[in-house]
């Protein structure tokens, strides 16, 4: 289907989309891998943590690195199953992008650029290549990497989304869970309502925290301030899913007292105010009111629906901070993830991110720790990783900006994303280790409106198929 080049690049990114890769699934992806090695007699290594290895020979000039995951999230009514369904790919005006899903192009663009060098016959020297799993849940697989499988001194990670643009740096980041408990008291009120809220454009909780886009469960909350606390019941409240991912959905389901309509026409009000202050941001932002049938689960006790909402609606989230210091436009945010009430409890995700320790730590701890306690949460945070600090100095830096200058006439940008990268925790693993981000262009990752400009990809082969010429001494 995908008949456009480098041919084999496509080739191997046609059969990756075929292979369900949730993140934690990486098992059928590492086996492609390794079977594609041994078709072309590479020497493959897995650590412990499931992580890949194909050597280049004894001593690699460099190293490629990508991960095996990606992000699977889908438009409500879309029918896939991540498990066991292929992405269904589709060109679209000089784009490839998925069928109302995650492309997976993040990085599975990546896992087929460097399965293309390591298994080429071209003149580029000996390349290691290693692939990771569990990226896209907390950056899990380069954390429990076995340092050995890092054999090169200079790292190329294919992770980047803008296309001559080199990455040299990357903020931090963790996540914290907020377990808020939930009582359920007897049902008043008969008439039972659910309201959603949908078509937010979401995107990447990192790249993307800039842009303004609302987040769904916030304007759920939001939304349903509007109404008098004795007019309703919650019995279910959900939305968002991935960590990393900006909601695009969020809904809650409520017995309500009285007449159905009345209570649609309050949402209805608010909702209109909402969609002004996000005219030009979300377009597509939806608001659903329907009847259901029957009664469901004992609602939420006063007090609960109270808490749960208020936390909603206190927690920080979007940009805390902007950076100069970095050339970053974002230092410091934070994304309220998720939201699910599971049995006796609600709990939310946040996923904070910031180019110092110093301010990630406040924002976790004496806030959103601070926030979640006083409301009566149970507050966890998970280990964060850690920023990575550029180097503008470096060798390899130097190398790269000279093969695009000499490629495409112009000095490429650099700069330092707030996106989380593996290179952070890699550079700690390895100290001294030279690397730079770069890729093809992938916008809208995390998110169904993911997609794959099919040009940049055949540049940014050129590219790296110079640079690696050019780090291994046979640069023309």
Not at 277 to 302: A, N, Q
Request: overall charge negative.
């Amino acid at each position: 289907m995908l008949n456009f080049k480098p041919e084999k690049v496509w080739s191997y990114f046609e059969r990756i989309s075929e292979i369900p890769r949730c993140s934690g699934n990486e098992e059928d992806i590492r086996n492609y891998i390794i079977g594609v090695a041994d078709e072309s007699d590479l020497e493959t290594r897995v650590d412990e943590a499931g992580n890949v290895l194909l050597k280049g020979g004894d001593r690699p000039n460099v190293v490629l690195q990508a991960h095996m995951d990606m992000v699977c999230e889908k438009n409500s009514g879309v029918d896939h199953d991540f498990e066991i369904d292929p992405i269904q790919l589709k060109e679209e005006d000089g784009w490839i992008t998925a069928e109302g899903t995650t492309l997976g192009a993040d990085n599975g663009i990546g896992i087929a650029i460097a399965l293309a060098v390591a298994t080429g016959d071209r003149e580029v020297g000996p390349v290691d290549c290693l692939f990771t799993v569990d990226e896209e849940r907390g950056l899990n697989g380069a954390s429990n990497l076995d340092p050995e499988l890092i054999r090169g001194d200079r790292l190329i990670n294919l992770d980047s989304e803008e296309f001559g643009v080199f990455t040299i740096g990357c903020a931090g980041g963790g996540k914290t869970t907020i377990e808020l408990p939930i009582d359920r008291a007897s049902s008043g009120y008969e008439n039972k309502v659910k309201v959603s809220i949908h078509g937010l454009i979401g995107g990447h909780s990192g790249g993307d925290i800039d842009k303004g886009r609302a987040n769904a469960i916030k304007l759920l909350a939001r939304a349903l301030e509007s109404l008098d606390s004795s007019s309703f019941q919650l019995t279910e409240l959900s939305g968002g899913d991935k960590h990393n991912a900006i909601p695009r959905e969020a809904s809650a389901v409520m017995l309500v007292e009285g007449d159905y309509s009345s209570v649609k026409n309050i949402l209805a009000e608010k909702f209109s105010v909402l969609q002004t202050e996000y005219e030009e941001i979300e377009p597509g932002m939806t608001l659903e009111v329907e009847k259901l049938p029957g009664v469901g689960e004992d609602p939420f006790s006063g007090g609960a629906t109270r808490a749960l909402l208020n936390l909603i609606r206190a927690l920080p989230n979007g940009v805390m901070a902007y950076d100069k210091r970095l050339e970053s436009t974002v230092e410091t945010s934070t994304n309220l993830a998720s939201v699910r009430v599971q049995g006796g409890s609600a709990k939310l995700l946040m996923s904070s991110r910031s180019s110092r320790e110093s301010k990630l730590e406040n924002l976790r701890k004496n806030r959103i720790e601070v926030i979640g306690e006083s409301l009566g949460g149970k507050v966890k945070h998970n280990d964060a990783y850690p920023a990575w600090q550029p180097d503008r100095e470096s060798r390899l830096l130097e190398e790269s900006k000279k093969v695009f200058q000499d490629l495409y006439g112009e000095s490429p940008e650099v700069k330092v994303i707030h996106g989380g990268l593996e290179t952070g925790i890699i550079g700690e693993k390895k100290q001294g280790i030279e690397m730079i981000a770069a890729g093809p262009d992938v916008e809208s990752p995390h998110s169904p409106e993911e997609r794959l400009n099919i040009d940049s990809v055949e540049k940014f082969w050129n590219l790296l198929l110079g640079l690696l010429r050019e780090l291994s001494g046979r640069g023309t």
